[in-house]
């Protein structure tokens, strides 16, 4: 399994941002995606999930109405499209999926949000 996370950078309050998760080692269409962020000193959270098909989506309270998960099956990628980013959005951002192999994130893809 390989998690390929893109897309971060430098951003200023309330810009936008898009994510992307490229994956592969796995059959992508038949399993639920998270993303999760870590800023320094925190734990590891979660912060938006979708379900096989895309028919559900969750979020953290934080992010709600700002950001927005999706997935595209024929390309085996999931992103994470931010906006209204605020300071504290700023954190090193994984995508994850859960398998029968195990938990697997990527290396992560830096979010910084300054003025």
């Known amino acids: 399994v390989q998690l390929v996370e893109s897309g971060g950078g430098l951003v200023q309050p309330g810009g936008s941002l898009r994510l992307s998760c490229t994956t592969s080692?796995?059959?992508?269409?038949?399993?639920?995606m998270w993303w999760y962020r870590q800023a320094p000193g925190k734990e590891r959270d979660s912060v938006a999930a979708i379900t096989v098909g895309g028919y559900h989506r969750n979020y953290a309270d934080s992010v709600k109405g700002r950001f927005t998960i999706s997935r595209d099956d024929t390309s085996n990628t999931v992103y994470l499209q931010m906006n209204s980013l605020k300071p504290e959005d700023a954190a090193i951002y994984y995508c994850n999926v859960v398998t029968e192999g195990g938990s697997y994130y990527g290396q992560g893809t830096q979010v910084t949000v300054s003025s």
């Open positions: 080692g796995f059959v992508f269409r038949n399993y639920a």
